[in-house]
């Protein structure tokens, strides 16, 4: 089992360019979440998803958007880069309900805006 | 408000020290889940140890062990003979209500030898 993956690991950007990062878990797992990680900061919620088909806004959503057209797929968008947008972005997945907690991290994707 | 709340930003101790990790959360619920995670200088997030708020028993696990104390809203985190691999970010993270992990700030541990 590869758990969970993140494609790319790393990527620039300029301002106001676009671009998907792809979370993929092999667990089958129901639920699965974005957060991003700033300097000196926990990680934060972003969007998440508790089944295919079916996205909800976080802590943190602003200029971001997710789909979720499979099971094991989960996307997070950016559609105009801003330089506020520089993190290290993590996707987890759960399984549902009562372990919806138990959160299996993937390696995560750093992004620079510039 | 802030849910979990690590006070030190950053440790710094010598190899084989002693070294404990505050956090202490905040929740109105009386379900509700404690973690800690490890954040190494490669940047992945290593689980460590999940405690439900039922559940107050210590743990040790080797060189580290947790200490749940629902009176004081804390669960810390100690690292008996400290070891340069040791050397990371940890995070306290607490899951309550919604869906998120509520994670607090992190501490930087810098152990040297």
């Known amino acids: 089992n590869a758990g969970v993956t993140q494609t790319p690991k790393f990527r620039v950007l300029k301002t106001g360019q676009s671009m998907t990062l792809l979370c993929a878990q092999d667990m089958n797992h129901e639920y699965m979440y974005w957060y991003r990680q700033d300097p000196g900061m926990g990680l934060r919620l972003i969007h998440y998803s508790v089944g295919e088909g079916t996205t909800a806004k976080g802590e943190v959503p602003d200029g971001y958007n997710v789909s979720r057209l499979k099971k094991q797929n989960f996307l997070l968008g950016l559609e105009s880069a801003a330089p506020s947008q520089t993190s290290v972005y993590f996707c987890?997945?759960?399984?549902?309900?009562?372990?919806?907690?138990?959160?299996?991290f993937g390696p995560g994707t750093r992004l620079t805006v510039t | 408000a802030q849910k979990v709340t690590q006070a030190q930003t950053e440790i710094s101790v010598v190899e084989k020290e002693d070294v404990t990790l505050d956090c202490v959360y905040e929740t109105r619920d009386t379900t509700y889940y404690l973690f800690w995670y490890k954040q190494p200088p490669s940047g992945e997030l290593v689980f460590l140890i999940r405690r439900n708020s039922f559940d107050e028993q210590n743990e040790i696990s080797g060189r580290y062990s947790w200490n749940f104390q629902k009176s004081t809203s804390s669960f810390n985190f100690t690292i008996t003979a400290s070891q340069v691999v040791d050397s990371a970010v940890y995070f306290c993270a607490l899951g309550n209500s919604g869906y998120a992990l509520n994670f607090g700030k992190g501490t930087s541990l810098l152990v040297t030898p």
């Open positions: 987890a997945s759960s399984t549902r309900s009562g372990r919806r907690y138990e959160q299996y």
